[in-house]
């Protein structure tokens, strides 16, 4: 059993927490906090160990009336892997903490790519994670656009890939974030940081990324352009997304024409939080004029990489291959909304009088 402690329980910690939990092979040592707050009143009730991210917080917990398991060091030390969310630029002041106490630790996509030795996605470069001590999952942009080019790079070879992507301005929880009436180019210029941020995973993949800011919460949205180096028909792209397991490519019969219908198939599927970890390609919005492929996707970016972490942490500290982390990973939280589909497309048809 890997004992997997969670530092920062916020979006991306509380999630970490509950896939880690779903895991055979794993358990949640502790969550720490910061403060007293909300998150940290679920957390005890799912049961998690909750320990305070700083000593002198302590007191805190036990005014509010929630009982700590220690400090930070008793996580560490209850724990063979931290799993790191705190907020961008903690991870830096974290790294000394876990290399003092020789604890491998994970760090997330808005730290900068050099806190860790290797920068992951469980899809396209799992085996560089191996016994690595420090490793970075990329942001849930970098994720989403990692999971599209690898099978697409291996299957056909990529001349130059070109996005804009449309982010969401805050998590539905960051009631102060903004904007709240407005398009922003972010940044203004050219690039964003997304395409060298897949560059540490495809450091050969020629790749242009225009980025804006827009008044939503649900989800980012991508408009991608990939020049091939061969011609596929549309039906074989389709065909070759379709077989990636973290991607959903939305039949025309759901129906689904943006993040609030996502979302709600999502809730309505049963899912936690209505997570969708899932790429969510368009699969009406596939086309191939020559060797340019065309497509839009939609990623949810508190939940997509929280299947990546599992498969993280798997690399760094067991012997097991990438094809059988992500199936363990994947069937454990139920990966996998394509499968819904195909077994309606077993049923019979229901017949319509006129
Ligand atoms: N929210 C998102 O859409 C995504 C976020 N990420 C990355 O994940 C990381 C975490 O982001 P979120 O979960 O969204 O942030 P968040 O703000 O929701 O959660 C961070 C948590 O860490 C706590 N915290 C603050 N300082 C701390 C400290 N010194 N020690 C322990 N805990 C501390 C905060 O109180 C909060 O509960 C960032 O690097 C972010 O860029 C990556 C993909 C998507
Ligand atoms: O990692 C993310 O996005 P990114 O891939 O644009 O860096 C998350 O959506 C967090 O983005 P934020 O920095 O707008 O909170």
């Not at 909750?50 to 220690?70: E, H, P, S």
């Not at 790191?84 to 002041?93: E, F, Q, R, V």
């Not at 994670?129 to 970075?136: G, I, L, N, T």
Request: overall charge negative; glycine content about 8%.
């Amino acid at each position: 059993m890997i004992h997997v402690g969670v530092n920062g329980y916020g979006t991306i910690g509380k999630r970490v927490a509950d896939a880690v939990a779903a895991q055979p092979d794993m358990t949640v040592s502790g969550v720490a906090k910061t403060r007293p707050n909300y998150e940290a009143e679920t957390a005890v009730r799912r049961g998690y160990d909750l320990y305070a991210a700083i000593d002198d917080r302590a007191d805190a917990f036990a005014d509010a009336g929630l009982d700590v398991a220690g400090g930070l060091e008793e996580l560490i030390e209850a724990s063979d892997i931290v799993v790191d969310c705190c907020p961008s630029d903690i991870g830096p002041k974290n790294r000394p903490v876990y290399e003092d106490r020789d604890t491998p630790a994970i760090f997330q996509g808005g730290e900068g790519a050099d806190i860790a030795d290797v920068s992951f996605n469980a899809r396209s470069n799992f085996e560089d994670a191996r016994d690595a001590d420090y490793v970075r999952v990329v942001s849930c942009n970098t994720t989403a656009l990692s999971r599209v080019i690898a099978p697409l790079e291996e299957e056909y070879g990529i001349e130059k890939v070109r996005v804009t992507l449309v982010r969401r301005s805050g998590d539905p929880s960051e009631t102060g974030r903004g904007p709240v009436n407005d398009v922003l180019p972010d940044p203004v210029s050219i690039p964003s940081h997304h395409g060298p941020d897949v560059n540490t995973i495809f450091p050969d993949v020629d790749i242009d990324t225009l980025a804006l800011k827009a008044p939503t919460t649900l989800m980012h949205t991508h408009s991608l352009n990939v020049t091939l180096e061969s011609e596929p028909d549309e039906s074989a792209i389709l065909d070759l997304l379709a077989d990636e397991s973290r991607i959903f490519t939305i039949p025309e019969t759901a129906d689904i024409d943006g993040a609030g219908k996502l979302k709600d198939y999502a809730l309505d599927s049963g899912r936690p939080r209505g997570d969708l970890w899932e790429n969510c390609v368009w699969a009406e919005s596939v086309g191939m004029e020559g060797p340019d492929l065309y497509l839009f996707q939609n990623v949810h970016q508190e939940s997509d990489v929280i299947p990546e972490n599992i498969d993280a942490i798997r690399a760094m500290v067991t012997d097991v291959d990438a094809a059988a982390s992500i199936d363990r990973t994947n069937e454990a939280l139920d990966v996998g909304l394509e499968s819904l589909f195909d077994a309606h497309d077993d049923r019979e048809a229901v017949p319509v009088d006129d």
